[in-house]
């Protein structure tokens, strides 16, 4: 739990909840549908919340915006956000639509480098933050639970860099046969 210095500049236009503790049923219910939490009991899932703070977005508002600085990650406790990313020629497009249970910004909250995408709330939303400081505290207070949160963490980032492999690859293959038939 940090104090309210301490919060994410990023978020300060969003309206400020409390820690997440009085949510953790509803964070646990999200399990089914939450791929970091699958594995986590209720008990785990109640200390992890406190470790947590949580947002309210209208419907609109940018949670996350490409090329911020970022050491936070979200988790959607309920509402709807669209990922988009801007493309060469600086146009948003749309790369998913995520709903309770799902995860953004795990990649900067891991390396700290600049958000790669907009996250927008297409309905009013309340998000669940872990910050790094806070996950390091997990790791030293309750190695167990750290321990937990990484491997889920590598995992989850795992399977989608596997996704986009396959994605691109796909993508080369249909350039190439293409290619292939122009000449």
Known sequence: MR???DRPKQLGHLEYLGDATKQAPKIHALIPRCA???NFSPAEVRLLAHFMDLYRANAG???LREGDPGDFMLMIVEGRVEVRK???AHAAQLLATLDAGKTVGEM???DGEARFATCVATAPTVVAVLDRESLARIIVE???LGAKILMELVLMLSQRLRATSARLIGALDERAAQAANVV
Do not use: K, N, T, Y
């Open 3 to 5: 104090r309210m210095g």
């Open 36 to 38: 970091l939490l699958e």
């Open 61 to 63: 508002a940018e949670v």
């Open 86 to 88: 801007r493309d060469a």
């Open 108 to 110: 900067s909250m891991i």
């Open 142 to 144: 309750q190695p167990m």
